[in-house]
Structures are given as C-alpha cells and as structure tokens.
C-alpha cells in the first residue's frame, strides 16, 4: 500500500516536470528573410549591425566564408567577406551559378577559392579625399581578385592571358546580376582587379564599365612582300677629305641634323 502511494505520487510529481519542457519549444530562428535564403547557398556568420563613423552603416550584415557548389564541393571566399546579406547572395549566386560553370567549361578547371580584394570598408570612392562615400562603406561591394582552380592555375579577369572566352562571359553575367562593375578601362584604379556592387542608380540605371583586353601584339617592322631597306653608301674618300680639311681650318665641327 505505502510502495503504491509513493509511486502514485512520484508520477504526479513527473507530470508537471515533462509539461514544463514540453512547452518550452527551442528558441525561433533569428534568420532574416535574406539569410535563410543565403543559408542554402553559401557558408556564413551573422554579423551586429555596423555603424562606423560619418555614413558609413549597414544593416542584416553576414561575414561570407564561402559558397556552396554540392554537398561535397565548397568554394572559399578568402579572406571572409564583409557584406549585406543581399550582396552576399548575388555573390554567392554568380559564383555558383556563373563562374563555377564557366571555370569548368571553357578555363578546364573546378574553382576552389575565390580571392577578395576588398568588402566593407568605411571610406570613400577610390579612398579620394571629398569624394561621395564608396558602396565599401556600405558593405555593398566586392573587389574580385583571383580564381583558384583544383590544379593549381590562377586565373585573373584582367590578365590578358587568360582565355578571352571565360572572361568576356563572366563580364557579361557580372554585369546582370550587379548594378555597377567596374574594371579594366573604367579609371586608373580599376586596372588590375574587377569591382562589383548592388549600388542603387537613379532610374535603375546599371553601369557596366569593364574592357575585356586582348594580348598586344608587336606589329612587324617589315610589311610583308616587302624588302629590307637597302643601306646609302658610305661617304666617297675626296669628300670625307674635304669635310676634314674644312674642320681642321675652323677648329670646329658644324651640328649634325638627325
């Protein structure tokens, strides 16, 4: 009899226990809208909110470490990029979707690394003293270096070298999916890496400013079918005789015209 009470009264005692927890669901996601979609596309950490000093801010900020191709296949963003969590997402979707692709079919190579050059950063346009502030500042852009594929070529948008077919399509979808890219031909700042950002233009204005340049090729001397130019003679002995005669008189020996 006593063994049953005490059992009767342990359960009731477990009753409220298990309630307790069973009402006290795990914590809601603190995902934005933005990050959930960016959870499926690439790896990140969510940022605070950044408010630097003058205009410099940016809210739903995440550190982008790198992009999702497959469950197997990870490309790295190095180093991590500051960024809007908008931002971020059309990088990570130009990457997947674009380059990935075009790196494997045209440059022959699986894409590991994409090299940053530069995210968040509170100054203004092309750090110029007075200049409007730059979308760095608002940690809406990304400066690309390099691509780094499995065999271990670097693959460079600006570099000539590199195959003109993989370049000329990555401007071309860069220039889709971002309103502003900068590069090669846009000023001297932008000569030797590629600039991209989600600026917002008046009238939805996009500007895409990128030369995809070819090898200089060294034009020949000699046209072809046409001969080498055939040497003057040299100065007969008489009149050399004479033009020294002439300066041993004067002392001095007149200016040459070349």
Known sequence: MTRSILLVALMCLAEPVAAQYALSPLPPATLTACESELS???????????????????????????????????????????????????????????????????????????????????????????????????????????????????????????????????????CKRFTTVLGPGSDPYHEEHIHLDLAEHHGDFRMCQWDVREPVVEANKTAPGMEEPVPLPRPRPQMAAQAGKAVSQTGKTGTQVR
């Open 40 to 174: 499926h596309l690439a790896q990140f950490q969510v940022l605070p909110s950044i408010a630097g000093s003058g205009d410099c801010a940016a809210i739903d900020v995440v550190l982008l470490q790198g992009v999702i191709v497959s469950d197997k296949v990870k490309v790295a963003v190095a180093p991590p990029a500051t960024l809007r969590c908008a931002m971020a997402t059309q990088m990570a979707r130009w990457i997947r979707e674009d380059v990935v692709p075009a790196t494997q079919t045209i440059a022959g190579g699986s894409l590991r690394r994409v090299d940053e050059l530069g995210s968040y950063d509170c100054r203004t346009q092309n750090h110029i003293v007075g200049a409007r502030l730059s979308e760095h500042g608002r940690a809406n852009a990304f400066d690309v270096g390099a691509f780094r594929v499995a065999d271990g070529r670097v693959l460079t948008l600006t570099d000539v070298k590199v195959v003109k077919a993989w370049r000329d399509l990555l401007r071309a979808s860069a």
